[in-house]
C-alpha cells in the first residue's frame, strides 16, 4: 500500500478474531481508528493494545472516517450492529458467524434490506493459501462438472467456546455450537472450490465423547448432494466437524475427472496466520477497501451460511 493509511474501525469483540485481524492490520501498514463493544473495559484495553479512539456505539465509528469496518458481534447482536452501521459509507465485514440459525439468517437479510450497508462475511480458510491455490487448480479444468464428489473435514478444539466469556459459541441456540463455530470453515473451503454450491438434501449424525461439557456436540457429520450452478447433476459431499482436544486441523480431498486433489491445513507445524488464512484476509479486506468494496460480498456469501445452518439441522435431526 502507498499514500496515506487506510483507517481500519472495530465493532465488537465477541471472540478471539477481531485481536489478530487488528494485528494484521498494524502489521500491513493500515492503521486502527477506533473501536466499539459492549464491554467498555475490553473496548478500552483494545484501544491501549492497538490504537484507536473507544466510542460509546457502533454507529459513531462513522466520525472517525473509516475506510473498512471489521465488526465481530454476537449472532443476536447483528441485525443491530448492521443497521447502525450501514447509516457510514465503509463497507462493512462481519467475522464469523454472522448467523448461526435461520431465524438468526432471516434477520441479516432483514437488515441488509434495510439499510445500506455494503456488507462480507467469511471464514478466513477462503483465504488459506492452499485453498486458494486447490480453486485456482480446479477452476483451471472444464469447469465444476470435472467434481465428482467432495469429503471436508473442520477440526477444532471447542474447549475455548466453552469459556465461561464465550459459552454462548457452544449454544445451538445463539452461537450455533460446534456444528456451526467449527463447522463454517468446511462450508466455507467447499464454496472456494464450488462456488454457490447449495446443499439441498443430506443425512447426518451427531456425537459427544463421554465427560464432555459441550452443550452441542464434539462430533458430527453430514453426507450431503450440493446443487452447483451448471453442473448437470447435484454433487455428493461428506463433511466431518470435530471439536476434538488438539491443534486445528482443516482437509478437503477432491474426486475428479482426472484423479483426486487432496490439501491438509493446519496442526502443530506453520504459521497458522498464514496458514489459515488471517493475513489473506486482511491483505483482501484492505486491497478492496480502497473501492469502497468489501471481500465476499453478501450476496454470493449467503449461501455459505445457510449451508451451515442447513448442515447443523441435518446432522441434528431438526431439517
Same mark, same amino acid.
Given at each position: 500500500m502507498t499514500g496515506t493509511a487506510l483507517r481500519v474501525a472495530f465493532a465488537g469483540l465477541a471472540h478471539s478474531h477481531p485481536y489478530t485481524d487488528a494485528g494484521n492490520v498494524r502489521a500491513l501498514g493500515a492503521e486502527v481508528v477506533g473501536v466499539h463493544d459492549a464491554d467498555a473495559r475490553a473496548a478500552e484495553d483494545f484501544a491501549l493494545r492497538f490504537g484507536g479512539a473507544v466510542v460509546a456505539s457502533a454507529g459513531d465509528l462513522s466520525t472517525l472516517r473509516p475506510d473498512l469496518v471489521i465488526a465481530t458481534p454476537h449472532p443476536h447482536e447483528v441485525g443491530a450492529f448492521l443497521r447502525a452501521l450501514g447509516d457510514g459509507t465503509a463497507p462493512v465485514f462481519v467475522n464469523k458467524v454472522i448467523a448461526a440459525t435461520a431465524l438468526q439468517l432471516a434477520e441479516v437479510d432483514r437488515a441488509v434490506a434495510d439499510s445500506s450497508v455494503r456488507?462480507?462475511?467469511?471464514?478466513?480458510?477462503?483465504?488459506?493459501?492452499?485453498?486458494?491455490?486447490? *480453486?485456482?487448480?480446479?477452476?483451471?479444468?472444464?469447469?465444476?462438472? +470435472?467434481?465428482?464428489?467432495?469429503? =471436508? @473435514?473442520?477440526?477444532?478444539?471447542?474447549?475455548?467456546?466453552?469459556?465461561?466469556?464465550? *459459552?454462548?459459541?457452544?449454544?445451538?441456540?445463539?452461537?450455533?455450537? +460446534?456444528?456451526?463455530?467449527?463447522? =463454517? @470453515?468446511?462450508?466455507?473451503?467447499?464454496?472456494?472450490?464450488?462456488?454457490g454450491a447449495a446443499l439441498v438434501a443430506g443425512s447426518g449424525w451427531t456425537r459427544t465423547r463421554d465427560g464432555s461439557a459441550t452443550a452441542s456436540e464434539d462430533a458430527a457429520g453430514i453426507d450431503g448432494l450440493l446443487r452447483v450452478p451448471g453442473a448437470a447433476r447435484d454433487v455428493p459431499v461428506q463433511m466431518l466437524v470435530t471439536g476434538a482436544p488438539g491443534p486445528d486441523a482443516y482437509a478437503v480431498d477432491v474426486v475428479t475427472t482426472t484423479g483426486i486433489r487432496s490439501i491438509v491445513i493446519g496442526g502443530d507445524d506453520g504459521d497458522a496466520n498464514e496458514e489459515l488464512g488471517f493475513a489473506g484476509l486482511i491483505r483482501a479486506l484492505l486491497d478492496a477497501a480502497p473501492r469502497a468494496v468489501t471481500v465476499a460480498p453478501w450476496d454470493r456469501a449467503r449461501v455459505v451460511v445457510a449451508n451451515t445452518i442447513r448442515g447443523a439441522e441435518i446432522a441434528r435431526g431438526a431439517a
Open positions: 456488507l462480507g462475511t467469511s471464514s478466513v480458510l477462503r483465504f488459506a493459501p492452499a485453498v486458494r491455490a486447490l *480453486a485456482a487448480e480446479i477452476s483451471a479444468g472444464p469447469a465444476a462438472a +470435472t467434481v465428482c464428489a467432495l469429503r =471436508v @473435514h473442520a477440526q477444532h478444539d471447542n474447549a475455548a467456546f466453552r469459556l465461561p466469556s464465550r *459459552a454462548w459459541q457452544d449454544d445451538p441456540h445463539s452461537g450455533g455450537g +460446534t456444528l456451526a463455530t467449527v463447522g =463454517v @470453515h468446511g462450508w466455507e473451503m467447499l464454496d472456494a472450490l464450488l462456488p
